[in-house]
């Protein structure tokens, strides 16, 4: 990682509007972790807290991570696990579980929840984050083999206005020779990104990593990094502060 993270940030997708929204955020220090909800967690009345964390101005702290988040992190007894971190970028040795969640974005195919990195609270400052790109098996069969030949550093196009079968927006990342999908970003960016660029906020997308040998959704490691983002661009700030601060 590029500074020593300590904290991630968690996203939530409305199962009726399908819109994401930032509902808390997880921080470790030294041996102790700390959760608390964000002001995301208010904006819809289909959010519920999760178990053993019903009350939404409450900060839950433990000495182990807490389920939520420790079921989203591969066991480092697990055979794939040096796999993993390879796949990650990451040195062969015991990582954060907070870096590792904000790399893999926590992702399980039976829920609506997805993890991302501190630093993408701040489109005031921009800011620098890797991603895996999504849905790699709703792309052509030339583009899954073109990724497999991309190199690190290999300039990417962010491509705005695509929308999915349920109505939201997606933001598709392209390759800036013959112009060809080759997946998307993470759907918590999409409206984030297309609200960045409407502003005219620079963005720099590249290759990061390619993992020929991983399974789909971790062969593409995009990086991301946006100039200062213009002052009234509408992003949710108020999402990200915590649901008992003061709005000023």
């Known amino acids: 990682m590029r500074s020593q993270l300590n904290s991630v940030f968690l996203a939530w997708q409305d199962p009726k509007e399908r819109s994401w929204h930032t509902v808390g955020k997880l921080t470790q220090n030294n041996q102790l972790f700390e959760f608390h909800y964000t002001r995301g967690a208010l904006t819809s009345e289909a959010f519920i807290p999760f178990s053993g964390m019903n009350d939404l101005q409450a900060t839950y702290q433990s000495d182990s991570l807490f389920p939520l988040f420790a079921n989203r992190v591969l066991s480092e007894r697990r055979p794939e696990y040096k796999k993993l971190l390879s796949w990650l970028g990451l040195a062969d040795e015991k990582q954060s579980p907070i870096v590792i969640l904000s790399k893999t974005g926590g992702i399980k195919s039976t829920d609506n929840l997805q993890v991302f990195p501190e630093g993408v609270s701040s489109p005031e ?11 790699l098996r709703y792309v052509t069969d ?6 497999k030949s991309l190199k690190v550093g290999y300039k990417l196009f962010l491509m705005k206005g695509v929308h999915n079968e349920h109505g939201g927006l997606t933001m598709a990342v392209r390759t800036s020779d013959t112009p060809e999908i080759i997946g998307y970003c993470p759907r918590f960016l999409a409206d984030r990104l297309s609200d960045a660029m409407d502003a005219g906020a620079e963005l720099d997308l590249s290759v990061a990593r390619v993992n020929a040998d991983a399974p789909l ?22 999402e990200f502060l915590k649901v008992s601060d003061k709005i000023h």
């Not at 030339?142 to 990724?147: E, Q, T, V």
């Open 217 to 238: 959704y971790y062969q593409l490691m995009c990086n991301l990094k946006t100039g200062a983002i213009p002052a009234g661009t509408p992003f949710k700030n108020n």
């Open 125 to 135: 400052k921009g800011f620098d984050i890797d991603f895996f790109a999504h849905g």
């Open 142 to 147: 030339s583009a899954r083999s073109l990724i």
